[in-house]
């Protein structure tokens, strides 16, 4: 007998994870296709028998819910149409099965599964959180404690109910008495404007977590009591008290001495002996701090003391100065601790105040936040006394629970999920409708945990895993734990350079929280392409001449800032990239094809200056964009125009909101003929001089008859009506009011305009029904505007990284890799222990403020994993480096970088690779050209002379970027290594790209 061996199946971790018969935690690395997997599992739970209705599925987004449903529906309706071969072979590739086992009766099951999820009342359970949370407090308004007519508020009333608590706080606090009124007058007197009120912006960001601390805590009284003792004080201590204690304790006597004998020094110490002498003679905390202190008495101790000469003879004049110097720091410490413990109790007055006021105007409009969702879900299912009561009437309903982008599930919506699954796993219970067990499927990565600021911690889905796994296995049931490390969307040489950028097991500790580090492994799949990442030259801000407010704003960007010439650079590269026809791979086409400008993403950490000033040189250099990905409504200049219309409509005699809108795309009146029509126009008001001199030129003419429209309709009309009609009007030439605005302000002006009729719909429905209320009331509206940036455009989009979740590109951007991590953030500081600490600068931490501090910064660096790996085959870093500031420093995502392409770069005395390599999936046939000896001299000198020509025009260049690459599939010399060069120029996308045959033969002889 023969035996045939025959080679053994690799397991595919995707379709273990997908097995209906068992409960999975699925880590799942940036493109390995976790959300296919999610899709693979409920279409094998609906083909092995489970009813539609019996499936909760659970996002993080709407989007990505929406995109759940378009995928799954996509997969059951191609089933229910496709042929019994191409269904056979579908099914077996999900399943995992021979093809002989589908006979017709599982082909008719399976066609009929769309028709079975479309029918489903309710349809298919695919949602977010929240949305699952409002409608099961619909179901259970009673049991939850709220109005069976709740309302869930959007934006806009969160917005009005916010500002409506600022005011209640600030007539709280005019009244002049209690310790609302001291907190304050002290913070509004402390803090500027803007500050004061970001103060009140961290309340409400943080409400649920701040209300959740004064609860557990008994109230404010106890959440003081809390602060003092976290900053180490068994009761109130005044940091002044503490400073003249300091001051009283000093040896001034010895401090004379010593001046007397520092006098007869040097220089050094002649200065230093002044200072003594100055301090002894009127003495002050902060005095003898800056005098005994590097950095004005905030820094480290002053090394002349223990090192000066001028005391060599005076040893005991210089041990009392040390022991002064050491007493001050624990002095300086201790009032460090005291100030920000009184800092806090007076931030959380205030916080306990607006908080207070938010719940009362939040009850008198009769809604609910989000936040509020999740609080009362939670207690609805796992605190109140209906609890065991509502799980039983949901224990029939929800035999499978899947949750997607677990690592930015927050403590109570886990809560939320243990108390749905409690019954999962203890035994045999009741019996489900089929033969399935009844299980749950977790996916997340929490290298990707990005909203630690909305209250997710990544660490908690190893916890979760553990917990359910102890439950499960307890009561006989599988529970697997599925690591989907392979990467489909990205190419090796982007993938190596993520793991290097974090291979040290510090950095792997701060991605991915492990009790032991564990090494970050992104496995490629896509070694058929090659990719790249280009390290730009960072752009350094120079000193420019000191402007005059009266001249030029101050925040206004000079021609030659870094950050303009940063994105000059961008734009020109992109411009460039398009212009040569840079090939990419379609992954949908599977085919090449040129560069798109929908093919670009450029990521920033901030929509600041330089966000503005990308946005600025891709409209300057005609590249399609897709505008800002969040618009603030009350700041664009739609909403301004938009509200001049009723303005003018109220008050005619209002010259300058009128010449406003004579300029808008209402009017369209060109500067000259503006200037034409006020000049001289006195004692007349412009809409006199309007009126009596319509007829004199046409577009004075087409503006008198449409305001004149405007003053009548906005009699009889109501706010919504009136502003529907405006819009859809139509000028002499057939073109609407809308198409107008769009023309003149760009697509990204559409978003702003349904967004303002939305806001004027939603005010009717408050009751404001004239355009008077309606002006009032938009005149603190704070909306911004969340804007879809669908790739299906084919523009550039520029957002954040959060912005981006879910989104991919074959050419990525990351332009802001030098910010500082700490940047961000409010001076409102949460402590490992869910507790809460004020401190504005770094520089008054104590230890409890700088050890949240710290947290806070470890947590902001999450944002660098995902935005590596959003490109197909590789990103760009770059940055921007100001004045007086490190160029890389350690905990800027620029040293991160920085770091990988050292380790990266060949050793010395390896031969870097100088042939084979493509750029971003360029041609295989281009080889870049040798370098003549002395070649490299020449060009550093021609472009040191080029270094005075004007930094904003095209024809300036700075050196080009590094290039790291790895040969797709091995190289014909030193296969798998990555090596960095300065980027070639590629040419135009031949006809055709196929891909580059593995070389044959020896390897060819390395230049000398």
Same mark, same amino acid.
Request: proline content about 6%; glycine content about 8%.
């Given at each position: 007998?023969?035996?045939?061996p025959?080679? $053994?199946?690799?397991?595919?971790?995707?379709?273990?994870?997908?097995?209906?018969?068992?409960?999975?935690?699925v880590?799942?690395?940036?493109?390995?296709?976790? $959300?296919?997997?999610?899709i693979?599992r409920?279409?094998?739970?609906?083909?092995?028998?489970?009813?539609?209705?019996?499936?909760l599925c659970?996002?993080?987004t709407?989007?990505a819910?929406a995109?759940?449903?378009?995928?799954l529906?996509?997969?059951?309706?191609?089933?229910?149409?496709? +042929? +019994?071969?191409?269904?056979?072979?579908?099914?077996?590739?999900?399943?995992g099965?021979?093809?002989?086992?589908?006979?017709?009766?599982?082909?008719?099951?399976a066609r009929?599964?769309?028709a079975?999820?479309?029918?489903?009342?309710?349809?298919?359970k695919?949602?977010?959180i929240?949305?699952?949370?409002?409608?099961?407090?619909?179901?259970?308004?009673?049991?939850?404690?709220?109005?069976p007519?709740?309302?869930? /508020?959007?934006?806009?009333?969160?917005?009005?109910?916010?500002?409506?608590?600022?005011?209640a706080?600030?007539?709280?606090?005019?009244?002049?008495?209690?310790?609302?009124?001291?907190?304050?007058?002290?913070?509004?007197?402390?803090?500027?404007?803007?500050?004061?009120?970001?103060?009140?912006?961290?309340?409400?960001?943080?409400?649920?977590?701040?209300?959740?601390?004064?609860?557990?805590?008994?109230?404010?009284?106890?959440?003081?009591?809390?602060?003092w003792?976290v900053? !180490?004080?068994?009761?109130?201590?005044?940091?002044?008290?503490?400073?003249?204690?300091?001051?009283?304790a000093?040896?001034?006597?010895?401090?004379?001495?010593?001046?007397?004998?520092?006098?007869?020094?040097?220089?050094?110490?002649?200065?230093?002996?002044?200072?003594?002498?100055?301090? &002894?003679?009127?003495?002050?905390?902060? !005095?003898?701090?800056?005098?005994?202190?590097t950095?004005?008495?905030?820094?480290?101790?002053?090394?002349?003391?223990?090192k000066?000469?001028?005391l060599?003879?005076?040893?005991?004049?210089?041990?009392?100065?040390?022991?002064?110097?050491e007493a001050?720091?624990?002095?300086?410490?201790?009032?460090?601790?005291a100030?920000?413990?009184?800092?806090t109790?007076?931030?959380?007055?205030?916080?306990?105040?607006y908080?207070?006021a938010?719940?009362?105007?939040?009850?008198?409009?009769?809604?609910?936040d989000?936040s509020?969702? %999740?609080?009362?879900?939670?207690?609805?299912?796992?605190?109140s006394p *209906?609890?065991?009561?509502?799980?039983?009437?949901?224990?029939?309903?929800?035999?499978?629970?899947?949750?997607?982008?677990?690592?930015?599930?927050a403590?109570?919506?886990?809560?939320?999920?243990?108390?749905?699954?409690?019954e999962?796993?203890?035994?045999?219970?009741?019996?489900t409708?089929?033969r399935?067990?009844r299980?749950m499927?977790?996916?997340?990565?929490?290298?990707?945990?990005?909203?630690?600021?909305?209250?997710?911690?990544?660490?908690?889905? /190893?916890?979760?895993?553990?917990?359910?796994?102890?439950?499960?296995?307890?009561?006989?049931?599988?529970?697997?734990?599925?690591?989907?490390l392979?990467?489909?969307?990205?190419?090796?040489?982007?993938l190596?350079?993520?793991?290097? $950028?974090?291979?040290?097991?510090e950095?792997?500790?701060?991605?991915?929280?492990?009790a032991?580090?564990?090494?970050?492994?992104h496995?490629p799949?896509?070694?058929?392409?090659?990719?790249?990442?280009?390290i730009?030259p960072?752009?350094?801000?120079?000193?420019?001449?000191?402007?005059?407010?009266?001249?030029?704003?101050?925040?206004?960007?000079?021609?030659?800032?870094?950050n303009k010439?940063?994105?000059?650079?961008?734009?020109?590269?992109?411009?460039?990239l398009?212009?040569?026809? +840079?090939?990419?791979?379609d992954?949908d086409?599977?085919?090449?094809?040129?560069?798109?400008?929908?093919?670009?993403l %450029?990521?920033?950490?901030?929509?600041?200056?330089?966000?503005?000033?990308?946005?600025?040189?891709?409209?300057?250099a005609k590249?399609?964009?897709?505008?800002?990905?969040?618009?603030?409504?009350?700041?664009?200049?739609?909403?301004?125009?938009?509200?001049?219309?009723?303005?003018f409509?109220?008050?005619?005699?209002?010259?300058?909101?009128?010449?406003?809108?004579?300029?808008?795309?209402?009017?369209?009146?060109?500067?000259?003929?503006l200037?034409?029509l006020?000049?001289?126009?006195?004692?007349?008001?412009l809409?006199?001089?309007l009126?009596?001199?319509?007829?004199?030129?046409?577009?004075?003419?087409?503006?008198?008859?449409?305001?004149?429209?405007?003053?009548?309709?906005?009699?009889?009309?109501?706010?919504?009506?009136?502003y529907?009609?405006?819009?859809?009007?139509?000028?002499?030439a057939g073109?609407?009011?809308?198409?107008?605005?769009?023309?003149?302000?760009?697509?990204?002006a559409?978003d702003?305009?349904?967004?303002?009729?939305?806001q004027?719909?939603a005010?009717?429905?408050r009751?404001?029904?004239?355009?008077?209320?309606?002006? *009032?009331?938009?005149?603190?509206?704070?909306? $911004?505007?969340?804007?879809?940036?669908?790739?299906?455009r084919?523009?550039?989009?520029? /957002?954040?990284?959060?912005?981006?979740k879910?989104?991919?590109?074959?050419?990525?951007?990351?332009?802001e890799t030098?910010?500082?991590?700490?940047?961000?953030?409010?001076p409102l500081?949460?402590t490992?222990?869910?507790?809460?600490l004020?401190?504005?600068?770094?520089k008054?931490?104590?230890?409890a403020?700088?050890?949240?501090?710290?947290?806070?910064?470890?947590?902001?660096?999450?944002?660098?994993?995902? &935005?590596?790996?959003?490109?197909?085959?590789?990103?760009?870093?770059?940055g921007?480096v100001?004045?007086?500031r490190?160029?890389?420093a350690?905990?800027?995502?620029?040293?991160l970088?920085?770091?990988?392409h050292?380790r990266?770069?060949?050793?010395?005395?390896?031969?870097?690779?100088?042939?084979g390599?493509?750029?971003?999936?360029?041609?295989?046939?281009f080889?870049?050209?040798?370098?003549?000896?002395g070649?490299?001299?020449?060009?550093?000198?021609?472009h040191?002379?080029?270094?005075?020509?004007?930094?904003?025009?095209?024809?300036?260049?700075?050196?080009?970027?590094?290039?790291?690459?790895?040969?797709? !599939?091995?190289?014909?010399?030193?296969?798998?290594?990555?090596?960095?060069r300065?980027?070639?120029?590629?040419?135009?996308?031949?006809?055709?790209?196929?891909d580059?045959p593995?070389?044959? !033969?020896?390897?060819?002889?390395?230049?000398?």
């Open positions: 007998m023969t035996v045939i025959f080679p $053994t199946r690799e397991v595919d971790p995707q379709r273990v994870a997908a097995d209906p018969e068992l409960s999975a935690f880590t799942a690395n940036a493109g390995s296709g976790k $959300t296919k997997t999610l693979d409920v279409a094998r739970l609906l083909l092995a028998g489970a009813e539609p209705a019996t499936i659970v996002t993080y709407k989007a819910a995109e759940m449903q378009r995928r529906f996509g997969l059951l309706g191609d089933w229910s149409v496709c +042929d +019994d071969a191409r269904l056979r072979q579908a099914l077996s590739d999900l399943e099965r021979p093809i002989a086992d589908y006979d017709h009766i599982r082909l008719s099951a009929a599964l769309f079975r999820a479309l029918e489903t009342p309710g349809g298919l695919i949602q977010t929240h949305a699952f949370c409002e409608k099961l407090l619909r179901r259970f308004p009673l049991e939850a404690g709220v109005s007519g709740f309302r869930v /508020m959007d934006d806009a009333a969160s917005a009005a109910i916010a500002d409506a608590a600022r005011k706080v600030a007539r709280l606090a005019l009244k002049g008495e209690g310790l609302v009124a001291e907190a304050y007058a002290r913070f509004s007197v402390a803090l500027d404007f803007q500050s004061f009120q970001s103060m009140f912006g961290a309340f409400e960001n943080a409400r649920g977590r701040l209300a959740a601390y004064l609860g557990r805590t008994g109230g404010l009284p106890g959440a003081v009591a809390d602060v003792e900053c !180490g004080f068994p009761e109130p201590v005044d940091p002044e008290a503490v400073a003249l204690r300091a001051v009283a000093l040896n001034l006597r010895s401090w004379r001495e010593a001046a007397e004998v520092l006098a007869q020094g040097g220089k050094a110490d002649a200065k230093n002996g002044l200072a003594l002498l100055a301090l &002894a003679a009127e003495p002050t905390f902060q !005095g003898a701090l800056a005098c005994l202190f950095d004005k008495g905030e820094g480290t101790p002053a090394t002349w003391v223990a000066t000469s001028g060599k003879a005076h040893e005991p004049l210089r041990s009392g100065l040390l022991a002064d110097q001050l720091e624990e002095a300086r410490a201790y009032r460090r601790a100030q920000v413990a009184v800092d109790q007076g931030a959380l007055i205030l916080a306990n105040a908080l207070t938010y719940a009362m105007e939040k009850a008198s409009y009769g809604a609910l989000f509020d969702l %999740i609080e009362k879900t939670r207690d609805l299912v796992a605190d *209906a609890a065991a009561w509502v799980l039983y009437k949901l224990d029939g309903g929800i035999d499978h629970i899947l949750v997607d982008e677990a690592q930015d599930t403590p109570d919506q886990w809560a939320i999920v243990r108390s749905l699954a409690g999962f796993f203890s035994g045999a219970g009741v019996p409708a089929t399935l067990e299980n499927f977790v996916v997340g990565d929490e290298k990707q945990s990005i909203y630690s600021f909305q209250g997710a911690r990544p660490e908690l889905l /190893m916890e979760q895993f553990e917990f359910h796994r102890d439950r499960a296995t307890g009561a006989g049931f599988r529970f697997e734990k599925v690591d989907l392979d990467s489909w969307r990205s190419t090796p040489q982007v190596t350079f993520v793991d290097a $950028t974090f291979s040290t097991p950095l792997a500790v701060a991605i991915l929280p492990r032991l580090a564990e090494p970050i492994v496995t799949r896509r070694v058929d392409h090659a990719g790249c990442v280009d730009w960072l752009e350094r801000e120079e000193k420019g001449d000191i402007r005059e407010a009266w001249d030029a704003p101050l925040d206004q960007e000079t021609e030659a800032s870094a010439r940063l994105a000059a650079r961008i734009a020109g590269e992109i411009a460039a398009l212009a040569r026809g +840079d090939g990419l791979f992954k086409a599977k085919a090449w094809r040129p560069a798109r400008p929908g093919d670009v %450029i990521l920033v950490r901030r929509r600041k200056a330089l966000f503005e000033e990308i946005l600025r040189a891709l409209k300057h590249i399609p964009v897709a505008g800002a990905d969040r618009l603030a409504l009350s700041e664009h200049i739609i909403f301004d125009d938009l509200v001049a219309v009723a303005r409509a109220l008050f005619p005699a209002d010259d300058l909101t009128l010449a406003a809108l004579l300029r808008s795309p209402f009017c369209d009146l060109s500067d000259d003929s200037y034409a006020a000049k001289g126009r006195a004692p007349l008001t809409w006199q001089a009126t009596a001199r319509s007829e004199e030129r046409p577009e004075w003419t087409a503006a008198h008859a449409l305001l004149t429209r405007l003053l009548e309709e906005a009699r009889e009309r109501r706010p919504f009506e009136f529907s009609r405006l819009l859809g009007g139509r000028d002499a073109r609407s009011m809308r198409l107008r605005l769009l023309k003149r302000l760009g697509s990204e559409e702003a305009l349904d967004e303002f009729l939305a004027v719909l005010a009717e429905s009751g404001i029904e004239d355009l008077e209320s309606l002006t *009032a009331a938009f005149a603190s509206l704070d909306i $911004t505007v969340k804007r879809e940036m669908e790739a299906g084919d523009e550039v989009r520029v /957002m954040t990284a959060h912005g981006a879910g989104l991919e590109a074959p050419i990525v951007f990351l332009p030098t910010l500082s991590r700490g940047a961000r953030g409010t500081l949460e490992e222990a869910g507790g809460f004020w401190c504005a600068t770094a008054g931490d104590c230890e403020s700088s050890s949240s501090r710290a947290a806070r910064r470890s947590r902001g660096g999450r944002g660098l994993p995902p &935005a590596l790996c959003r490109p197909h085959p590789g990103p760009r870093p770059a921007v100001r004045p007086g490190r160029q890389c350690g905990g800027e995502h620029q040293g970088v920085g770091r990988a050292r990266l770069r060949p050793r010395p005395g390896q031969p870097a690779q100088t042939r390599r493509q750029r971003r999936d360029a041609d295989p046939a080889r870049p050209r040798s370098r003549r000896p070649q490299g001299r020449r060009q550093r000198r021609r040191q002379g080029r270094a005075g020509l004007d930094p904003g025009r095209s024809h300036h260049r700075a050196p080009r970027p590094l290039r790291l690459a790895v040969p797709a !599939g091995g190289g014909r010399r030193h296969p798998g290594r990555l090596t960095a300065r980027c070639p120029r590629i040419g135009p996308l031949p006809a055709r790209r196929p580059p593995p070389a044959a !033969g020896p390897a060819r002889p390395r230049r000398a």
